[in-house]
């Protein structure tokens, strides 16, 4: 299966502040996703990052506020913009790989994000 | 849109078994996914259903009803290391796209 990396792994940033998180994999995907984990919660998707086409976004999550970017086939990254204390979260990169008859997807370790 | 069921808590004994329920309402059901997540990890994959019946791996099994929007998660010989939080995610084709929507957790206590 593929290895998902992100960077940092834990921040701690001041309100008004922008975070770009990285999110590297050790093979070649197509499609990657955002999510965020906020304390206590499940997941919720943030966007769809495919390369060489602008990034589906989920309603409630907007390009200025999340705007990611995905040059090629093994990188990507999410920038939270204009920080709050909301967005303080665990922020997920994943990728799905094929199976004989599904799509599997993993998970990378995570950023944890504290905005005070 | 899609709404995922799950309970919030549960507590078995140490080599008992549990059975973990999720319900959900989606059109365009495209397959039912099972994760563990540990404190502070991110979720691992345990378990896919697309047609109807029961996939065992293991210790683990995961069972769906596609009639019913009715999955569960069957853990036995439980181990103090299954406390963690079980997730449940639906996969919808009318979203027109791959991504899953997570229902809220179940955190599982395994006690001594």
């Not at chain 1, 965020?36 to 769809?48: D, H, M, V």
């Not at chain 1, 060489?52 to 200025?64: K, L, N, Q, R």
């Not at chain 2, 796209?97 to 179940?106: I, K, N, V, W, Y």
Request: a neutral charge; glycine letters at 8%; one cysteine or more.
């Amino acid at each position: 299966s593929a290895v998902i990396s992100q960077k940092p792994s834990r921040d701690i940033c001041q309100r008004g502040t922008s975070l770009t998180i990285q999110c590297q994999v050790d093979s070649q995907v197509t499609m990657m996703f955002w999510y965020r984990q906020q304390p206590g919660q499940s997941l919720t998707l943030i966007a769809t990052a495919n390369q060489g086409s602008e990034a589906t976004y989920e309603s409630g999550f907007v390009i200025d506020k999340f705007p990611i970017s995905r040059p090629n086939l093994t990188f990507s990254t999410l920038t939270v913009s204009n920080m709050s204390p909301e967005d303080s979260s665990i922020y997920l990169c994943s990728v799905e790989e094929s199976r004989d008859t599904y799509y599997e997807q993993y998970f990378g370790p995570g950023t944890r994000l504290t905005v005070t | 849109g899609q709404n995922i069921d799950q309970p919030t808590e549960m507590t078995a004994t140490e080599g008992a078994i549990v059975q973990i329920n999720c319900t959900y309402q989606t059109s365009g059901f495209n397959g039912l996914f099972w994760y563990q997540q540990h404190a502070g990890e991110a979720p691992t994959f345990l378990s896919y259903n697309v047609l109807d019946g029961l996939e065992e791996k293991g210790r683990f099994s995961s069972f769906l009803s596609r009639s019913k929007g009715y999955s569960y998660l069957l853990l036995k010989e439980l181990q103090m290391k299954d406390s963690a939080s079980y997730l449940c995610a639906v996969r919808s084709y009318n979203t027109g796209r791959r991504a899953l929507t997570f229902g809220s957790g179940t955190r599982l206590q395994v006690q001594p």
